[in-house]
Antibody, heavy 117, light 112 residues
Framework: AVQLVESGGGLVQPKESLKISCAAS????????MYWVRQAPGKGLEWVAR??????????YYADSVKGRFTISRDDSKSMVYLQMDNLKTEDTAMYYC????????WGQGTLVTVSS | DVVMTQTPVSLSVSLGGQVSISCRSS???????????LSWYLQKPGQSPQLLIY???NRFSGISDRFSGSGSGTDFTLKISRVEPDDLGVYYC?????????FGSGTKLEIK
């Protein structure tokens, strides 16, 4: 069964950095594009980032709201995907989820990132 | 960006009843490859979202046939028949045709 375990969230101050991780299992990780989606408290869903596979040169894509501040990466040898978040803003406060399909067929439990002074 | 507009914002239904949720996109969701990437999700209270329907009308693995999706182009509908207590939560539509991927703002389903 597909399993996604996000981790690394926490409380940080504005302008600080944080790196969150997602451990994936139950599918051929190296063949799957990976995505991050977030949900601010009490709000809807927002796509954040995408990273493609090695044959696609690990191409990355970002929402305008995070472009230039967030970096998505992956380690196929460990079946891990990461989100490096720099220059964090209070509006980045959210639960962050990773998913292996464009349809977001699978979700983990998420990791909560709180940006507050 | 493709704007996804869901209606209604909330609705209340009796157990055993039927409901429909509408999702309209600001642009056609027909991809160059001919597929239409419109999905429906349910987020139950305190849980992560779960996929119900993908590519307009395909039920995801394990999803009851009480859930059905329809539509084309820019106009889509999710129907839930024989509503059960476990169906309560917030329903979202989402499009995967064009980047940035976008979602509707959600429809909260309450049980009378």
């Amino acid at each position: 069964a597909v399993q996604l375990v996000e981790s690394g969230g926490g409380l940080v101050q504005p302008k600080e950095s944080l790196k969150i991780s997602c451990a994936a299992s139950g599918f051929t990780f190296s063949n799957a594009a990976m995505y991050w989606v977030r949900q601010a408290p009490g709000k809807g869903l927002e796509w954040v980032a995408r990273i493609r596979t090695k044959p696609n040169n690990y191409a990355t894509y970002y929402a305008d709201s995070v472009k230039g501040r967030f970096t998505i990466s992956r380690d196929d040898s460990k079946s891990m995907v990461y989100l490096q978040m720099d220059n964090l803003k209070t509006e980045d406060t959210a639960m962050y989820y990773c998913s292996p399909t464009e349809e977001f067929a699978y979700w983990g439990q998420g990791t909560l990132v709180t940006v507050s002074s | 960006d493709v704007v996804m507009t869901q209606t209604p914002v909330s609705l209340s239904v009796s157990l055993g009843g039927q409901v429909s949720i509408s999702c309209r996109s600001s642009q056609s969701l027909v991809h160059n490859n001919g597929n239409t990437y419109l999905s429906w999700y349910l987020q139950k209270p305190g849980q992560s979202p779960q996929l119900l329907i993908y590519k307009v009308s395909n039920r995801f693995s394990g999803i009851s046939d009480r859930f059905s999706g329809s539509g084309s182009g820019t106009d889509f509908t999710l129907k839930i028949s024989r509503v059960e207590p476990d169906d309560l939560g917030v329903y979202y539509c989402g499009q995967g045709t064009q980047y940035p991927l976008t979602f509707g703002s959600g429809t909260k389903l309450e049980i009378k």
